[in-house]
């Protein structure tokens, strides 16, 4: 029987990082993963093939709608959706071979099956082959909800799954969930061609973002052709001759309908606990699925830990990856902290939405008096020469202190200017600090410095 200091189940981005830090710090380490390729969820049907698909479907509708206006002639432009496809795969076969190298260059053994826990200090892989180790690390990741009025067929009814493969374009796409999955996927379909429509039992899209993003994205996609019915319920889902029904009730009671030939479930992920055997170590999970675990991540058995998605907290990659590094860490002796009010969110649209810390909701809920700093890309030299003055940033900062208490941004490459405030409420900063910072000029991240200025009614540009 195989010995090892360490185990980790799943092989996604918490899972594949944990198991490095792990070998980096002389961890004899196995990494046991159901799928030939490594990467988990993320790296082949989420986070990296989707922004794949995000990234050749904006430059399709750059080139049809938009070159014009910088004086650049295209015509007859046509989506090649095989190809387009194809480019993706290439681009997650890329990433799964970096991780096997990766593998190997840490002497990480990877055993692919289905992990079973076999007791507190032993896993069986199908069943069949069983290993130990000192210590045991679940990263089994999440999975697709499922609604039980509209089971997946994989064709007419499908998950974030099958919309990263379609080979051509829906004629309507009628998409159930405003979160980053629906509003992403929505985007690359209705770029393409397709009619799409959202459904949401929220008011406004992206309901775990600050209140201000989600209607600034409703307003700007509603504008490039999404149709949004928000506040409203799905109660029917059924195919008919090809074709796909969906009925649902709007917040004042009237039942509506929509006929499509997709329907695209993105109303979230559920752990991927069930089958890992976790009573034979005594691992308690809640209500929901998820591990329990305490601030060191270690499970109600002490030579078991959980992190990422299917341990509590936002389903994110980078929560995740955080997670496992410190989680081994705390194994090996070392002392590590992660803060989770710094951790950003993204939505990949067009244009992009990103945040970090309190929304202006949770602060009046918690009943923190604060100030707001908000300032629009449209004064902003850099996007408007770019054509890219969509969107805002959004400082909130403690009223008496000035400290940094959120960060809420909506417009081209938000992604990455997001994590000058990352960095800044990571050391405790404050809007002050944020606003005597030099920017350099003309560039987006001016609107950061802009908005931290306005906290104080100071705001040069606008």
């Not at 995740?320 to 860490?329: D, H, L, R």
Request: contains cysteine.
């Amino acid at each position: 029987m195989s010995q090892f200091d360490l185990i980790v189940i799943g092989a996604g981005p918490a899972g594949y990082v944990a198991a490095i830090r792990a070998a980096q710090l002389g961890m004899k380490t196995a990494l046991i993963e159901k799928h030939s390729s490594l990467g988990g969820t993320c790296l082949n049907v989420g986070c990296i093939p989707s922004k794949a698909l995000l990234d050749s479907s904006e430059k399709f509708e750059l080139a049809q709608h938009h070159f014009g206006e910088h004086g650049i002639t295209v015509s007859d432009v046509k989506a090649d959706i095989p190809t387009m496809v194809k480019r993706k795969q290439g681009v997650v076969d890329k990433m799964t071979q970096g991780i096997n190298f990766l593998m190997k260059k840490n002497k990480v053994t990877v055993i692919n099956g289905w992990a079973t826990l076999s007791g507190k200090n032993s896993v069986k892989v199908d069943d069949k082959d069983e290993y130990q180790a000192k210590n045991i690390l679940i990263a089994a990741g999440s999975d697709v909800i499922e609604l039980p009025f509209a089971k997946f067929d994989g064709e007419h009814i499908i998950s974030s799954t099958e919309a990263l493969e379609l080979q051509e374009v829906p004629q309507h796409l009628i998409v159930i969930g405003a979160g980053v999955i629906g509003l992403e996927l929505g985007s690359v379909w209705r770029r393409l061609g397709a009619k799409v429509s959202v459904i949401d039992v929220a008011d406004k899209p992206l309901a775990v973002m600050d209140s201000d993003l989600g209607k600034e994205a409703q307003k700007l996609f509603t504008k490039q052709g999404l149709e949004f019915y928000m506040n409203s319920k799905v109660s029917g889902v059924n195919v008919e001759d090809g074709n796909v029904n969906v009925e649902f009730e709007d917040n004042a009671g009237e039942v509506k309908k929509l006929n499509g030939d997709k329907v695209l479930v993105a109303v979230g992920r559920k752990p991927n606990t069930k089958g890992l055997n976790l009573e034979a170590a005594g691992v308690e999970v809640d209500e929901r699925g998820f591990i329990k675990v305490d601030e060191h991540f270690k499970t109600s058995c002490d030579s078991i830990f959980a992190v990422g998605d299917c341990a509590p907290g936002p389903m994110l990659a980078h929560k995740g990856e955080e997670e496992g590094v410190a989680c081994v860490e705390m194994l090996s002796g070392q002392k590590p902290h992660i803060n989770y009010d710094c951790i950003p969110w993204v939505v990949y649209t067009a244009p992009e939405v990103s945040g970090v810390g309190k929304t202006e909701e949770q602060l009046k809920e918690a009943g923190i008096e604060y100030n707001v700093g908000k300032f629009n890309f449209l004064a902003n030299g850099r996007a408007v020469a770019m054509a890219e003055s969509n969107g805002f940033v959004k400082v909130l900062a403690d009223k008496k202190t000035d400290k940094l208490l959120g960060v809420h941004m909506i417009g081209h490459n938000v992604s990455e200017m997001i994590h000058e405030a990352v960095a800044i409420m990571e050391f405790g900063g404050s809007a002050e600090d944020m606003a005597r910072m030099v920017h350099a000029h003309p560039t987006m991240s001016e609107a950061t410095k802009e908005a931290a200025l306005a906290v104080d009614g100071r705001a040069i540009h606008s």
